[in-house]
């Protein structure tokens, strides 16, 4: 599948069409939300394994909403189900948990990049004492200061590629039906060319989540719904349509 560019008010229409989806049937999509979020707090209680379990999985549910989503644009009815679809469609199953590997890899290296980082500290500053060089206060701060700022861009760099891998890789696998490697570095093509309507999504959304956070965070009930359905809208965009025309949706 080739990936097209969009314009930049896209950003704002993929987030229209989200509520629209989401305003089909807002009752289903918060109990899915719900749902969602429930089999994420019994993970978070279960020590390490329930965390690598939840990164894994999350892409396998990720892709079930995804595909409720599709399947609303399609004209048919959401149902709780769609959210373990991917748990059902076994051929789709594996490419997903190897996305939540993927994610999972980059996570790690980030972990790596700090733990390298807080060691060469500690060695930097062991060899100073034992050689008995003095170096003044302002100039340490100065060297650590600049090494942190570079560790800390590593860092950036690193966790917008697993955001972009993640964008397009999950509709990509699940609905797209390709394996995960292709999928995520279509992902990463695909929003790399994209950049504009995705600044014009990313300001819009801030601002939507600070709106979310006001009624006790209660909103993001709706704007994470609202959020999945974007993602497919832009993804039928992106990918699905000839041309970068406005999408409709089935009504």
Known sequence: ????RAEAGRGWGWIVEGWQLFAKAPGVWVVILLIYLAISVVLSFIPFIGGLAYMLLSPVLAGGMLYGAAAQARGETLEIGHLFQGFRDQERLGPLVLLGAISLAGYVLMALV??????GGLVMGATLDSTGVIVPPEAMGGVLAGVGLIVALILIVIGFLIAMALFYGVPLVMLGRQNAWPAVQASIVACWINMLPFL???LIYIVLAVVATIPFGLGFLI???VTVCAIYASYREVFEETSPASIRLAK
């Open 223 to 225: 704007l994470g719904p």
């Open 200 to 202: 014009v999504f990313g």
């Open 114 to 119: 700090v733990m390298v980082f807080m060691g």
């Open 1 to 4: 599948m080739t990936a097209i």
